[in-house]
């Protein structure tokens, strides 16, 4: 049974416009939240994070919302680079591991 | 600093035969984490160490699967017999835990690509 849910395989997004990336969570213990992204052949590399204790952080482009009432976290791109187009995953922490999300492939489109 | 790194970065095997993968993590980093990626499971973590002790390996698939770190600076992953479903790419990943009121996630190794065939 996954605790980190991400329903959409996949997104295309226009660039300049904003990407909006989804993820759900079942585990009410974790205490932090991540974005890592994915380009082929590479390892993945942490982009944001956000403690249970807050709701919102911000990175340059990048920031991620935190809904612990619901569950859910999304991660907001604006705007979209086409360097941006890679494989996202959202994970949580659960004390010393972190488990990951299965992913959502974005696809900026120039 | 050169990173996590990972060796083989391919391999290719035949059923049956055994695979080791390597893993040197970042010097200083207390934590090791062995994960593999699959289209259908995603990224799932398979076991890591803290201070070179195994402390979950509660997501190792099967007992053909065994993970060693025989000190702070080296870690493999051992499977043996392989098959055919174990084809996938295998990440590792260590971090340094400083303080539990910030962090800052992994740095992962490249990947090692296995296909048994």
């Known amino acids: 049974d996954q605790q980190v849910k991400q329903n959409s395989p996949s997104l295309s997004v226009q660039e300049g416009r904003i990407s909006i990336l989804n993820c759900d969570y079942t585990?009410?213990?974790?205490?932090?939240f991540l974005w890592y992204k994915k380009y082929p052949a590479e390892g993945p590399t942490f982009l944001i994070s956000?403690?249970?204790?807050?709701d919102k952080n911000e990175d340059g482009r990048f920031t991620v919302f935190l809904n612990k009432s619901a569950k859910h976290l999304s991660l907001h791109i604006v705007p979209s680079q086409p360097g941006d187009s890679a494989v996202y995953f959202c994970a949580a922490r659960d004390y010393d591991k972190v488990i990951f999300g299965p992913g959502t492939s974005l696809s900026v489109i120039p | 600093d050169a990173g996590v790194i990972q060796s083989p970065r391919h391999e290719v095997t035949e059923m049956g035969q055994e695979v080791t993968l390597r893993c040197k993590p970042i010097s200083g980093h207390d934590y090791l984490f062995w994960y593999r990626q699959t289209m259908m499971r995603g990224l799932e973590l398979l076991i890591y160490?803290?201070?070179?002790?195994?402390?979950?390996d509660s997501g190792m698939p099967e007992d053909r699967f065994s993970a060693k770190m025989p000190n702070a600076s080296f870690s493999t992953l051992k499977i043996q017999p392989s098959e055919p479903r174990d084809s996938a790419v295998y990440f590792c990943a260590s971090t340094r835990l400083d303080s539990r009121s910030s962090f800052y996630g992994y740095t992962f190794g490249s990947g090692t690509r296995l296909t048994v065939v």
């Open positions: 160490f803290n201070n070179n002790v195994p402390i979950d």
């Open positions: 956000i403690s249970s204790i807050k």
């Open positions: 585990n009410s213990m974790f205490d932090y």
